[in-house]
């Protein structure tokens, strides 16, 4: 009996795995949180690369209509067309003040330029996680869809060979194992040169002639039934 017990233990954990895996396959076919999570970061990159560059070109546009209204004040400046020395006093202040205008929304346009490199470099970032997750989701798409057929079958084999040794078991042994298999897993641990597979420390001589006589011994540290 207690060999049919080691197997049922085997066969529930055969179970137990192959509809774990059964999960994370389904789960992985409604889609990959982290997949989402990376496009989701890469469509808020593309905005921040947008901004970046419409706040450059209008830095840019800024510049450049000062630079021309400079140029335009320069002319006048030094065309001879203003003579009178309050027109001329007025005139440089004006020009000195634009010089200064036109060197500060220069290093804005370098640093809304920075700015953009930057944005743009995150995005290419993000873009190529985004890519190689696609990749490795189709990869594992195609593994799930070979391995799903074939993890089905040996699921069914394992109900099927489990439901045989429940009804080949007495009631009375199944009763003990599922009250071990309820707080222990493995329930059945093998005895090895005189040891417990479950707690690896040595069993009782008592309790190796009992379980020799195929009795149900029970180890005393673990608790787990034990099989020669």
């Known amino acids: 009996m207690i060999e049919q017990l080691a197997e049922l233990s085997d066969l529930e954990a055969e179970l137990a795995a192959a509809d774990l895996e059964l999960a994370q396959i389904a789960a992985r076919a409604q889609g990959d949180p982290e997949l989402a999570r990376l496009r989701g970061r890469r469509t808020e ?6 901004r970046a560059a419409a706040a450059r070109r209008s830095e840019e546009l800024e510049l450049g209509a000062l630079a021309e209204r400079l140029q335009h004040q320069e002319r006048a400046l030094y065309d001879g067309s203003v003579r009178h020395p309050g027109d001329l006093q007025r005139r440089e202040h004006e ?12 290093e804005r346009v370098l640093a809304a330029m ?3 490199e930057a944005a743009q470099a995150e995005l290419e970032a993000a873009s ?10 189709a990869e594992r798409g195609v593994a799930d869809a070979v391995r799903l057929p074939s993890l089905e079958r040996a699921r069914r084999a394992a109900a099927d060979r489990r439901e045989q040794c429940l009804a080949a078991v007495p009631e009375a042994g199944l009763r003990v194992y599922r009250r071990t ?6 329930a059945v641990a093998r005895v090895r040169h005189g040891t ?3 707690c690896r420390l040595p069993v009782p001589p ?5 379980a020799r006589r195929d009795q149900l011994a029970v180890c005393e540290t673990c608790e787990r039934l034990l099989l020669l």
Do not use: I, Y
């Open 45 to 50: 990159l593309e905005a921040e690369a947008q």
């Open 95 to 106: 020009l000195a003040g634009m010089r200064g205008r036109r060197s500060d929304h220069e």
């Open 114 to 116: 920075e700015a953009e």
């Open 128 to 137: 190529s996680a985004v890519t190689a997750a696609e990749a490795h989701a």
């Open 181 to 186: 298999a309820a707080h222990r897993t493995p």
């Open 196 to 198: 417990c597979s479950g």
């Open 206 to 210: 008592r309790l190796l002639d009992q």
